[in-house]
């Protein structure tokens, strides 16, 4: 005869039941009941077939929670047989056991979430997340590094995190050597990342937008247009070669950027500075028409010949050959980096954005040397 598949069920769930009723508890392994009566300063729990579970009272009120007939519990087994026979229970454990496993999961999954900083000392600040935690100074977003006047003083910059709730990434959950260590940083990093992921679906190539400087690094500035931070590559920062990003920008700048580019798939927003402004090679072959004599500041000197700027974001070359009408084995011999010369363009070709210029055929055959400070006091 065929047994209806809900009685079937029935049937293996109270096989289940059964076997874990008959089996052992083990301590540490959270079980659930119901509260038979309370005494004194103990709750005896129902635990549905196995031995009854003992409760203190005072450690549930020191929960903040108030146990009374009827309520049902999970608690944590602290010894499968106490000394009159009963199972000794802990709320206060099992709570500190379901924190533990949620802290694990936050450590698989990276989520985000937001504690509020209970203690601050010299290596950083103890954090409640339901267990205490800890965020290394090193972990801090915002707080570089710090030097005690005292050896044993905390810095003010980490009192003032007292009371404040911080973003945080779970990045060491160890129960056995209770130690569940936080990063503000790795969440910083995170949020930022999700920023520009949002960003990339309202930004646009082509828009013009006013920003803040965010940082600045020897290869380009980021910059905060609201919705995201982007980077201003340095080849994009001004027209002038070889300029470095930090001479130009700091931290707190107010700029105006030009959307270059948006990476949707790996959310990186691209800007530009420079192409707000006009592109010297338009003006370039007006302003230097071949034979034209113009002042040129050295840039760079190489084996070949050296690096010449006549204008903002235009560099030519003085070949070697072209350097001095003697023959020279190095461009070195007569011309370093700085120094201002005469010379005469003998060839512009705009459109690959190459210029040649002359120092010999240059009309006298005109060279300044750099002047120091203490030459221009002579």
Request: aromatic share 2%; proline share 4%.
């Amino acid at each position: 005869m065929a047994i209806d598949p809900e009685t079937m069920e029935e049937l293996l769930a109270g096989v289940e039941e059964n076997e874990r009723a008959l089996r052992p508890l083990r301590p540490g392994e959270v079980v659930e009941g119901v509260v038979a009566s309370v005494s004194g300063d103990e709750a005896l729990v129902d635990l549905g077939g196995r031995s009854a579970g003992v409760l203190s009272l005072r450690e549930a009120s020191d929960e903040g929670t108030d146990v009374a007939v009827g309520d049902r519990v999970v608690a944590a087994v602290v010894q499968p047989e106490g000394p009159d026979g009963r199972v000794v229970l802990s709320t206060r454990r099992a709570r500190s056991r379901r924190q533990w496993s949620r802290m694990a999961d936050l450590a698989k999954s990276g989520e985000v979430v937001e504690a509020e900083v209970v203690e601050a000392n010299r290596g950083g600040l103890v954090v409640d997340v339901g267990l205490r935690g800890f965020v290394p100074l090193s972990q801090l977003a915002s707080v570089g590094n710090l030097a005690a006047t005292e050896r044993t003083a905390v810095p003010d910059a980490l009192r003032d995190y007292v009371g404040k709730r911080l973003p945080l990434k779970v990045i060491e959950a160890d129960q056995r050597r209770d130690r569940l260590i936080l990063s503000e940083k790795a969440a910083a990093q995170q949020l930022r990342r999700r920023r520009k992921e949002e960003a990339s679906s309202q930004l646009e190539e082509g828009q013009v937008l006013d920003g803040t400087v965010a940082s600045v690094t020897t290869f380009g500035v980021f910059v905060d247009v609201g919705v995201a931070d982007g980077l201003v590559h340095r080849s994009e920062i001004t027209w002038d070669k070889g300029i470095e990003p930090t001479t130009l920008y700091r931290p707190g700048d107010s700029v105006r950027v030009l959307v270059t580019g948006v990476d949707r798939e790996r959310g990186r927003i691209s800007l530009s500075i420079k192409r707000l402004g006009e592109d010297p090679w338009v003006r370039a072959p007006i302003e230097l028409a071949v034979g034209t004599d113009v002042d040129a500041t050295v840039t760079r000197v190489m084996a070949y010949g050296a690096f010449a700027r006549v204008m903002t974001g235009i560099e030519g070359l003085i070949h070697i050959s072209e350097i001095a009408p003697r023959r020279l084995t190095s461009p070195a011999e007569v011309v370093h980096p700085g120094d201002l010369v005469r010379v005469r363009v003998v060839a512009i070709d705009p459109e690959r954005r190459r210029l040649s210029l002359s120092v010999r055929q240059a009309a006298g055959n005109v060279m300044y040397a750099t002047r120091t400070d203490q030459d221009a006091n002579v």
